[in-house]
């Protein structure tokens, strides 16, 4: 993607990415008996990771990591392929679709369903690049009930002790599970703890795609000119619950309302009309692009080969 | 071929030194690991020798530290982890049996992750860490344990753990750190992972060992020897994946096993051993099982002496066997 996110080319993209993020998402929510969607958080995703390079490392959050892969470039055969356990799975159907990922595109893959070993061992990459002297930065997204382990702290402290090229996303729903973050953590922004281990840190409108992608242009500016670490908490909101099967009768009906209007791919469409004069005619023909390319590639893939015992 | 009498910590050491000067992608973590000499002088040298930049000295957060080590693990380099104790492993299960464990295969092979995470463990003359848990670590598929007996066995085992594409768990015996000395090659040589040695051959019955147990076994032979029992040491330096092949094959030619360990008895490696060997050899008698009681280990000598098998528990099994 552009790294100017101010260019057309760089809207255009954003707004695919989240697209196909929300639309995997339905057609998986709607499919599977058991899925975690984004939905509500593809800004903070799509945002975040979209200034990566070649060369860089993305070490996704697993809620919303389709849309991570997309941007790294797996094609949707790949990532569908994962969600279905065809041939066309990287890993040949032994992780999950939103644990997959590709590490030959430097996305680290989830091998275990254990949140945090993969923002410590993403932190690791980190640390190889910088002994190795190579430019690459390191993504790493994590939610707000990751933010309150042990193993994250320690990581977030020697990211900062060995000056480490990382941006720290929160990918703040503020729901881990059915617990409300604001009853778990002792400040009410994940960046102030970031601020505690002397990183730059800030809490941004994690709904806001062109916040997002501002904060994240200069975390990963800072971290490859050779300035450490930052912390970007990206407060969201996840429209339903931690699961298909969970309703969240916990969330309140004001607060559900209150975030639905704030829906990140509704507030772009905005902007993209009001700011960049982009007609309804044109995003509409995108979206309809985009979502007969998901359904048509989810078609074949489904009829393509499974995983089995003998092709592994 | 020149040699020079080392004790099992100098070997370790030794290894570790010849690699770091042929591969710059070597470093190692760990705490205390600098200007100190590391844990019971376990690096001493290195600092001196490779400086901040390649002996990386670490905060006290074990598993932050080995995920950061599995992570440089998988963009290039080649770290060895160095976790103090082997009584921290249960700290950092996760980051092993998990994370480690499962990258390779869980990736189709797309991340490897070639590092060395180095322990000290077992009871011995500083009596203050004497955890043993390879048993743990051992029942998790895609781990490599190993643990020397002798300094001859911890050079070469290290080196072929520096080298290889996949996680490798390097525990030293406390009890021989800083034991016998041994004449060891001064050049740098490999021992392959997964293959077992023969420390000394016999025919009457199979002494299997590992780490301390492989000196409890060559002294228990000797006494046996005199009294004209001809043991079969198979010390299998890889605990896990052990070498079924060697252990198979002595059993089934002298038809009489005993398996020693100071870890826990149960569910323990030798279980495992004598569940494997059983499955393919007619013993002439039962086999025999020595390892730590099913009890948490005592600090007062007269307890804590009681839970490792000596060289008396070995030689009362094996007469007992041939009567």
Not at chain 1, 35 to 55: K, Q, R
Not at chain 1, 68 to 92: A, D, H, K, N
């Given at each position: 993607m552009p790294k100017d996110e101010t260019s057309i080319d760089a809207l255009w993209h954003m707004y695919e990415g989240m697209l196909v993020s929300r639309m995997l998402d339905e057609k998986c929510f709607q499919d599977f008996?058991?899925?975690?969607?984004?939905?509500?958080?593809?800004?903070?995703?799509?945002?975040?990771?979209?200034?990566?390079?070649?060369?860089?490392?993305?070490?996704?959050?697993?809620?919303?990591?389709?849309?991570?892969?997309?941007?790294?470039?797996?094609?949707?055969?790949?990532?569908?392929?994962?969600?279905?356990?065809?041939?066309?799975?990287?890993?040949?159907?032994?992780?999950?679709?939103?644990?997959?990922?590709?590490?030959?595109?430097?996305i680290l893959p989830s091998v275990t369903n254990v949140l945090g070993p993969n923002v410590s061992s993403g932190t690791g990459l980190a640390m190889a690049e910088r002994i190795r002297g190579g430019s690459g930065v390191t993504v790493i997204a994590f939610g707000d009930g990751t933010a309150a382990l042990g193993t994250l702290h320690e990581s977030v402290n020697m990211a900062k002790i060995y000056k480490l090229p990382i941006l720290f996303v929160c990918q703040n729903n503020q729901y881990s599970i059915s617990s409300r973050s604001s009853k778990f953590h002792s400040w009410d922004s994940v960046a102030s703890w970031a601020a505690g281990y002397n990183l730059p840190s800030s809490q941004i409108d994690g709904n806001d795609i062109m916040a997002v992608r501002a904060a994240a242009n200069e975390g990963i500016d800072r971290a490859r000119a050779g300035g450490g670490p930052t912390l970007v908490d990206a407060l969201t909101f996840r429209m339903g619950g931690h699961l298909s099967t969970d309703k969240a009768q916990y969330q309140s009906d004001e607060e559900r309302v209150k975030w639905e209007s704030k829906d990140p791919i509704k507030r772009f469409e905005e902007y993209l009309q009001n700011s960049r004069q982009i007609s309804v005619t044109e995003i509409s023909q995108v979206r309809e692009r985009v979502q007969r390319n998901v359904l048509e590639t989810w078609n074949k893939v489904l009829a393509s080969e499974a995983v089995s015992l003998a092709n592994q | 071929m020149s040699s020079q009498r080392l004790t099992l910590r100098e070997a370790v050491i030794e290894a570790i030194d010849l690699e770091m000067e042929r591969d710059p992608n070597i470093v190692m973590l760990g705490q205390d690991i600098g200007e100190f000499g590391g844990p019971l002088q376990s690096t001493m040298g290195l600092w001196e020798r490779y400086g901040d930049s390649r002996i990386i000295e670490t905060p006290v957060a074990e598993q932050g530290v080995v995920a950061l080590g599995i992570g440089m693990s998988l963009n290039g380099l080649r770290?060895?982890?160095?976790?103090?104790?082997?009584?921290?492993?249960?700290?950092?299960?996760?980051?092993?049996?998990?994370?480690?464990?499962?990258?390779?295969?869980?990736?189709?092979g797309k991340a490897r992750a070639p590092f060395v995470l180095r322990t000290r463990g077992g009871d011995g003359p500083y009596r203050a860490h004497p955890q043993n848990m390879e048993a743990l670590l051992s029942n998790i598929p895609g781990l490599c344990v190993v643990t020397p007996g002798s300094p001859v066995?911890?050079?070469?085992?290290?080196?072929?753990?520096?080298?290889?594409?996949?996680?490798?768990?390097?525990?030293?015996?406390?009890?021989?750190?800083?034991?016998?000395?041994?004449?060891?090659?001064?050049?740098?040589?490999?021992?392959?992972?997964?293959?077992?040695?023969?420390?000394r051959t016999g025919g009457d019955v199979t002494l299997v060992c590992y780490g301390r147990t492989v000196r409890v076994m060559q002294l228990a032979a000797a006494k046996l020897g005199k009294e004209g029992i001809d043991c079969e040491?198979?010390?299998?330096?890889?605990?896990?994946?052990?070498?079924?092949?060697?252990?198979?094959?002595?059993?089934?030619k002298t038809r009489r096993l005993v398996v020693a360990h100071d870890a826990w008895m149960n569910c323990g490696v030798g279980a495992e051993i004598v569940a494997t060997v059983t499955g393919e050899v007619d013993l002439a008698a039962r086999p025999i099982r020595l390892a730590a009681p099913n009890l948490p280990i005592a600090y007062a000598p007269v307890l804590r002496d009681n839970s490792r098998p000596t060289v008396d528990n070995v030689v009362e099994a094996v007469t007992r066997m041939f009567h």
């Open positions: 008996a058991e899925w975690y969607p984004a939905f509500g958080e593809e800004a903070v995703t799509i945002g975040a990771f979209g200034s990566l390079v070649d060369g860089d490392f993305a070490v996704p959050h697993y809620r919303g990591s389709m849309g991570v892969f997309w941007l790294r470039g797996m094609s949707l055969e790949e990532i569908i392929g994962g969600l279905l356990f065809r041939t066309s799975s990287v890993s040949l159907g032994r992780l999950s679709g939103l644990h997959g990922g590709d590490f030959e595109k430097q | 770290p060895i982890i160095d976790l103090m104790f082997a009584d921290f492993l249960p700290l950092v299960a996760n980051e092993l049996l998990q994370l480690a464990t499962n990258l390779n295969y869980m990736s189709n066995a911890a050079k070469g085992l290290m080196v072929s753990a520096m080298r290889s594409d996949d996680p490798v768990v390097y525990i030293e015996p406390i009890f021989l750190y800083q034991g016998p000395k041994e004449a060891v090659p001064t050049e740098q040589y490999a021992i392959p992972l997964g293959v077992a040695a023969v420390p040491i198979v010390d299998l330096q890889t605990v896990t994946p052990f070498d079924r092949e060697t252990v198979i094959n002595s059993a089934k």
